[in-house]
């Protein structure tokens, strides 16, 4: 295989780096309900909690180091002799830490978003209802990520790597909630080979025609040695 990779990542990768997933039974997310924090509706109903919540999340990966599995995707996206496209379900800068290029599909942590003027700016370590837009100076600032019922960024882009993809890998993700679930079948019909790499299989693993299971910080370094080239 020579050809441009599309890779997607989810909470899985970042798992080993201490930033839970939804599913942890212990951890930032098992404090409230996802309609409270995660949806347009819970902003709504209580701001002050949201944004509570994600000053906690913003503390939380500001602490956090990128793993084996992050070096390892960012050594391919380097070394690779065609594109990589790295596409991430994270909100945190762990790829980047790592010396990646990513296109965040879920927004970051790291910035705030005016919702009422759409106007973007990086985010301080503490937000509240009452900050004012830089650029509006209205208090509407909402963290910069997608919560459930928003459409992903950078879709119309997403769907073009994947339509001219030779090999799509989708990497610490359940494959549960579209459009992500979708990009293998998208891939697929686009000829490109599909690879899983999981701790274990997903309900979506028979649409993909390898998988690697284990854990990413020693999957994914074993599976990106056995691309490149060796020395000599």
Known sequence: MTGKIVILTGAGLSAESGLGTFRDKDGIWTQHSLEDVATPE?????????????NARR??????????????????QQEWKAPVVIVTQNVDGLHEAAGAEVVHMHGRLAGALCHRCAHRWDAPPEMS???????????ATRPDVVWFGEVPYHMEAIVAHLSDSDLFVAIGTSGQVYPAAGFVAEAAQAGAETLEINLERTDISGAFEAHRL?????VVPAWVESLLPRDG
Do not use: I, M, T
């Open 42 to 54: 819970g902003f709504a109903r209580d701001p002050a909690l949201v944004h509570g919540f994600y």
């Open 59 to 76: 503390v939380q990966a500001a602490k956090a180091s990128p793993n084996a599995a992050h070096h390892a995707l960012a050594r391919l």
């Open 129 to 139: 209802p009452d900050d004012p837009c830089p650029a509006c100076r209205q208090p």
């Open 214 to 218: 284990g854990p990413a910080s020693e």
